[in-house]
């Protein structure tokens, strides 16, 4: 990505996707904390379920930005990588925004289609990241960052 996007931007977006990482980790752990509390008959607060909340909002909100700025260079490989972008930009980001704000009990349909524009987007980076390498070893991407490169 360093020949696609500003270091400021992959800075960013790494930092964003780094702290998804993490408050996913800890989400996972806490969930884990929560069923044993209640499989135990512990009461669980509400401060608990609120800590899930936020945790969860924030891991989420973290994926859109590193998302939507990883796109921009991902879009710049064109082909494979404008599909990737356009499922990021027009689908996964915005349905991700649009579950938080709607009632909860509406949620659901978006959320779940959410997560399809995310799938699909990650399953096709694996395509676009595992295309053959050429005999000097430049895979695709490489290949098409450098003539980007060259153009500029």
């Known amino acids: ?5 500003s270091p400021v931007a992959i800075g960013v977006a790494l930092g964003a996707m780094l702290l ?6 800890v989400e996972n752990h806490h969930i884990l ?4 509390a209640f499989q135990n008959d512990a009461p669980i607060s509400s401060e608990e379920m609120q800590l899930q909340f936020v945790a969860s909002n924030l891991k ?9 700025l990883f796109a921009f260079g991902i879009y710049r490989l ?10 990021l930009w027009f689908g996964y980001v915005p349905l991700g925004m649009i579950t ?9 349909p978006f959320a779940l289609t959410r997560t399809a524009f995310f799938v699909l987007a990650f399953a096709l980076l694996g395509v676009l990241f595992s295309r053959n390498t050429e005999a000097s070893g430049t895979t695709d991407m490489g290949r098409d ?8």
Do not use: C, N, Q, W
């Open 78 to 87: 064109g082909g494979l990588g404008r599909v990737i972008a356009f499922l």
């Open 33 to 36: 904390a929560v069923l044993h």
């Open 1 to 5: 990505m360093r020949e696609l996007l």
């Open 20 to 25: 998804t990482g993490l408050l996913d980790v």
């Open 60 to 68: 989420f909100h973290g994926t859109y930005v590193g998302s939507l």
């Open 100 to 108: 938080f704000a709607v009632p909860t009990a509406m949620a659901g």
């Open 145 to 152: 960052a450098e003539k980007i490169g060259a153009r500029a």
